[in-house]
């Protein structure tokens, strides 16, 4: 299945509009080169542990995440 950035973002409880995505992004850049992204302390434990599964797992999600990495950095 194709998810959107949008909808990983209303997955991981965030606003998921064009503002509200942009506004997140901008307030936890740069996230450091060496914190794996779901360590980063701006997470709530779900958020976090939904971010883990995804990716050992190689799940649908996985791909944006690794996106949603990118982004923060």
């Given at each position: 299945m194709?998810?959107?950035f949008?909808?990983?973002f209303?997955?991981l409880?965030?606003?998921?509009?064009?503002?509200?995505?942009?506004?997140?992004?901008r307030?936890h850049?740069p996230?450091?080169?060496?914190?794996?992204?779901?360590?980063?302390?701006?997470w709530t434990?779900?958020q976090?542990?939904f971010?883990?599964?995804?990716?050992?797992q190689?799940?649908?999600w996985?791909?944006?995440?690794d996106?949603l990495?990118?982004?923060?950095?």
């Amino acid at each position: 299945m194709n998810h959107t950035f949008a909808e990983l973002f209303k997955q991981l409880g965030l606003a998921s509009d064009q503002m509200g995505m942009e506004s997140f992004l901008r307030a936890h850049q740069p996230l450091h080169a060496a914190t794996r992204l779901e360590d980063a302390v701006f997470w709530t434990p779900s958020q976090s542990f939904f971010i883990t599964e995804q990716t050992v797992q190689d799940a649908d999600w996985a791909e944006l995440i690794d996106q949603l990495s990118l982004a923060l950095r």
